[in-house]
């Protein structure tokens, strides 16, 4: 999965630029990590799509991504704890999710028409919180049952289509390309230590 990552701020001193102004904040990364998450999610449903696995409607497709959102906040969060403290982390999963809730609803509103879309993928991103924290994650990343999670919920939002082994891809084949990617990601713009996966 080719996914170009931005990581790096620009280096001149033009008005606006954060080099030659203010110092970057906590929001300032966050924004760029969320920037960086909605194009991970989208190169792992475009991967999906390259791989033949169905995705019949718009609604569908908005609930795939929704899914694979979920899990990379969940993986960056997990990720910085014990690293960054805890206001920090609260901050940053806060603008992770308004960033990407605004990204979804302006996606979703240019192809589906106006709506609300924003309060569905908030409560979608509250509900999997709740159920990835009861998931297990170690020094190597997300464990069985966190990718398990994962997969189970990405084939459920996939349901209308025919997408058999859809679970067991995106545990063995997906989720490594996007969690190494994101790793990457997490680490520079946050300046943590992540996972290193080959």
């Known amino acids: 999965m080719a996914v170009r990552i931005k990581s790096k701020w620009h ?8 080099r030659g102004g203010r110092k970057k904040t906590l929001e300032d990364r966050a924004n760029v ?27 569908q497709i908005t609930l795939a991504l929704t899914e694979i ?12 704890f014990g690293q960054i403290n805890e206001e920090d982390r609260k901050t940053m999963v806060e603008v992770l999710g308004k960033q990407l809730a605004a990204t979804i609803d302006d996606n979703l ?19 999997r919180f709740q159920s990835y924290a009861q998931c297990a994650y170690g020094d190597e990343g997300p464990e069985y049952s966190f990718l398990r999670l994962f997969g189970d919920s990405l084939a459920q939002a996939m349901a209308a289509a025919n997408n058999k082994w859809v679970v067991e891809y995106v545990m063995e084949i ?16 946050l300046g943590v230590k992540a996972p290193q996966l080959s």
């Open 11 to 18: 280096h001149t001193k033009r008005k606006g630029n954060l």
């Open 33 to 59: 990590l969320a920037h960086n998450i909605w194009k991970i999610a989208f190169a792992s449903y475009k991967h999906l799509e390259e791989e033949k696995f169905k995705f019949d409607t718009g609604p």
């Open 69 to 80: 959102v979920a899990f990379l906040i969940q993986v960056a969060d997990r990720t910085v």
């Open 109 to 127: 509103t240019e192809l589906l028409g106006a709506g609300d879309y924003r309060k569905s993928f908030i409560d979608t991103l509250n509900q």
């Open 174 to 189: 997906e989720a490594p390309l996007a969690l190494k990617l994101l790793y990457k990601t997490v680490a520079e713009v």
